[in-house]
């Protein structure tokens, strides 16, 4: 999706990699426990609640915005953003191998970066991953990953990393680095750029195995679950398995494998797990896109835009897990795309995107809580 609203088209990959879109608020939520995610002012508009209690809710409260009508030419956000401990924002722009860091104030506090090929260039559109004390670590389309200090300045730079798009990637807080996708499924990368480990091996009837990956607390250990199913499996770096959590009560269906879907077969398209994150308390934070029940193929659907193609085919879900029980502690199931909350950040944070009248995208950003309104 770009900032000048380019129009996109729809195929049977669309949900392997959509780090961008999810809905914001809900009227109609269609699972059970789920209520709207509700904006408030700030913590104290709320009251600590029970874990799991119908009480329970995911609330938003807000931080900021970049980007929309006012962005300089070139520098406008497009792709997921990420955030470091001083609230800056980091996001592609629209000049190829460009990374825009912003402040949340709307203003832009510098770039990273540049097209080509050098030490502190990249190539393509560039993701940004936020390390423990706030270094940058830097993917762009040619698979590199650089690095730059929280100063902004270059550090190093790993060409042919063949790294795979941000969803399936985790960053430790000792500086390792690890990806998820895959025939093996885990790739541990050392600090200093090699290759530490390769490990897993994929479930039978996975045609493109992938797993959404998350930091833990524990420095030497990441979550992982498949795209096809909500199976967490807390992993050491070793790649011995620690904890692996049956999650009761769950919204996301368990599906059998990752094949892609045919729009042409008569079955719905399928529910893709896209983002993770383990929060300070140690709480899993899951978002999701479930099939529309009523959705049809239609031979419009190549035509539409992407926001409207996936209202037609999705809802989409937030869930928090207690991993220590595997309850769900609070679930929110959002309606529209459009001004819809885009992704979970680790915080959690949110952003969420909206396309203003001159098809130029600005992102609004905001931390996501767990209370109950006062009665």
């Known amino acids: 999706m770009t900032p000048r609203a380019r129009r996109s088209h729809v195929t049977c990959r669309l949900a392997i990699n959509l780090p ?23 913590v104290e508009d709320l009251v600590p609640c029970e874990p799991a209690s119908e ?46 860091v912003w402040g949340l104030d709307g203003l832009v506090i510098g770039t990273l970066g540049g097209p080509g090929e050098g030490p502190g260039e990249m190539m393509g559109l560039t993701e940004a991953m936020i390390a423990h004390g706030d270094t940058v670590h830097v993917r762009d389309n040619a698979g590199t990953w650089s690095i730059f200090s929280p100063q902004l300045g270059f550090v190093r730079k790993r060409s042919h990393a063949a790294l795979p798009p941000r969803s399936f990637l985790a960053l430790t807080s000792d500086g390792h680095m690890v990806a998820g996708y895959g025939t093996p499924l885990f790739r541990v990368i050392k600090p200093d750029g ?72 008569g ?3 399928p529910a893709i797990i ?33 926001y409207a193609q996936l209202d037609r085919m999705y809802r989409f879900l937030v869930e928090v897990i207690d991993p220590g029980t595997g309850a769900v502690v ?13 992704g979970i950040l680790p915080g959690p944070l949110a952003f969420r995107v909206v396309q203003d009248r001159w098809g130029i995208m600005r992102y609004d950003f905001g931390r996501l809580v767990l209370g109950a309104r006062e009665e």
């Open 194 to 265: 090699r290759d530490s480990l390769r490990f897993g091996d994929p479930e039978a009837g996975e045609e493109s195995p992938r797993r959404i990956l998350a930091g833990s607390r524990r420095p030497d250990r990441f979550w992982a679950t498949p795209t096809h199913k909500l199976a967490l499996t807390e992993w050491g770096l070793d790649g011995t398995p620690h904890r692996q959590v049956a999650v009761g009560g769950s919204a996301i269906p368990d599906q059998p494998n990752d094949a892609p879907w045919d729009p042409h077969g």
């Open 55 to 100: 009480a329970c809710g995911i609330f938003w409260i807000g931080l900021g915005s970049i980007g929309g009508s006012g962005s300089p030419p070139g520098l406008d956000p497009v792709g997921a953003p990420a955030v470091d401990s001083r609230y800056r924002v980091y996001c592609a722009g629209w000049d190829p191998g460009v990374l825009v």
């Open 274 to 306: 896209n983002y993770l994150v383990e929060d300070a308390q140690g709480l899993l934070w899951v978002w999701a896109m479930l099939p529309e029940p009523n959705y049809t193929p239609s031979a419009r659907d190549a035509q539409r835009e992407v």
């Open 20 to 42: 961008l879109f999810m809905a914001w608020a809900c009227a109609d939520a269609g699972s059970p426990g789920a209520q709207a995610i509700q904006a408030v002012s700030s």
């Open 330 to 342: 609070a679930s929110a199931l959002a309606g529209r795309m459009e001004r819809g909350v885009s």
């Open 267 to 269: 079955a719905p398209p």
